[in-house]
């Protein structure tokens, strides 16, 4: 790809990226599965139409000995769930126009 493809890419649907369905890090159980009654709305009248998979990748040692594994399935299916699925966010990262709740704080008011 040509330098930067990427990344011109990414600042066009950053804002995109602020639905997130399904978050994995280091750590964290190999497997996510979702109640059957519940699942993401696609297409039709609702505003996403599609996902986007971000992967980032730490190598700081560069190994070449290491192998990926990673992958996620998505099933689509034309019944609708009873409950639509979604994540609560209180970060700027994964989504800039978020809450960001300011450390320390007793309490913290929204009008």
Same mark, same amino acid.
């Given at each position: ?58 190598? /700081?040692?560069? &190994? ?8 996620? @399935? #998505?099933? %689509? ?16 990262? /994964?989504?800039? &126009? ?8 007793? @309490? #913290?008011? %929204?009008?």
């Amino acid at each position: 790809m040509p330098d930067g493809l990427c990344d011109d890419i990414y600042a066009q649907i950053q804002l995109c990226t602020t639905n997130i369905a399904s978050i994995w890090a280091v750590g964290g159980d190999n497997i996510e599965e979702f109640a059957e009654e519940a699942g993401y709305p696609v297409g039709g009248d609702f505003p996403v139409k599609y996902y986007v998979i971000e992967m980032p990748y730490d190598n /700081a040692k560069r &190994a070449s000995n290491r192998t990926d594994s990673s992958g996620i @399935r #998505f099933y %689509i299916s034309n019944e609708l769930r009873q409950h639509d699925l979604g994540y609560l966010s209180f970060c700027t990262y /994964a989504n800039p &126009a978020a809450l960001a709740i300011p450390p320390r704080v007793d @309490r #913290f008011s %929204i009008d």
